[in-house]
T-cell receptor, first 113, second 111 residues
Framework: GENVEQHPSTLSVQEGDSAVIKCTYS??????FPWYKQELGKRPQLIID?????GEKKDQRIAVTLNKTAKHFSLHITETQPEDSAVYFC????????????FGRGTSLIVHP | DAGITQSPRHKVTETGTPVTLRCHQT?????MYWYRQDPGHGLRLIHY???????DKGEVSDGYSVSRSKTEDFLLTLESATSSQTSVYFC??????????FGPGTRLTVT
């Protein structure tokens, strides 16, 4: 089955800095890669996703890049703000069918004012 | 929030008692999932459903059962609760574009 490794487990940055979270996956058939943000005490929420036919996707201050050859994808957050502080989860799955994603273990991002 | 509710939101129960958690959705999603979240483990799939009365096991299904008799409801039952099942439980539904939408979670404590 699919295995997703996520690093780092904790990331501490100063406000305004950039943050990068990396995930690797094992199943080359996976073609859908979402990122979820979970604020303290809240539910995970989708913030951005990418499919295997695209190398990069941006949405304002966040972007995701995908390297299919190396089987890794990354979340980039620029100009970090204190409200970006949360746990971020990556996932990998095969599009369609039974929709069973495999999640990484999460990265706790702390943005210091 | 994709119209997902979970009940109860908090529960304290004793070891050995059965517990049922409910997930309710209003948007007719075909796929529904139950996860547990524990520190250091991320989100782990317990069971999922791909239609009424169609369910399958996830990676941590031991000690849990599920039922889905209606599209909108997915029930998770802990047959005989143990302290290792103390966790936060999230229900999720599958969106049209492969994404998942999560419910607000249920915090379960087994004493």
């Amino acid at each position: 089955g699919e295995n997703v490794e996520q690093h780092p487990s904790t990331l501490s940055v100063q406000e305004g800095d950039s943050a990068v979270i990396k995930c690797t996956y094992s199943d080359s058939a996976s073609n859908y890669f979402p990122w979820y943000k979970q604020e303290l005490g809240k539910r995970p929420q989708l913030i951005i996703d990418i499919r295997s036919n695209v190398g990069e996707k941006k949405d304002q201050r966040i972007a995701v890049t995908l390297n299919k050859t190396a089987k890794h994808f990354s979340l980039h957050i620029t100009e970090t703000q204190p409200e970006d502080s949360a746990v971020y989860f990556c996932a990998a799955s095969l599009s369609g069918g039974s929709y069973i994603p495999t999640f990484g273990r999460g990265t706790s991002l702390i943005v210091h004012p | 929030d994709a119209g997902i509710t979970q009940s109860p939101r908090h529960k304290v129960t004793e070891t050995g008692t059965p517990v049922t958690l409910r997930c309710h959705q209003t948007e007719n999603h075909r796929y529904m999932y139950w996860y547990r979240q524990d520190p250091g483990h991320g989100l782990r799939l317990i069971h999922y459903s791909y239609g009424v009365k169609d369910t399958d096991k996830g990676e941590v299904s031991d000690g849990y059962s599920v039922s889905r008799s209606k599209t909108e409801d997915f029930l998770l039952t802990l047959e005989s609760a143990t302290s290792s099942q103390t966790s936060v439980y999230f229900c999720a539904v599958g969106g049209a574009g492969d994404e998942q939408y999560f419910g607000p979670g249920t915090r379960l404590t087994v004493t």
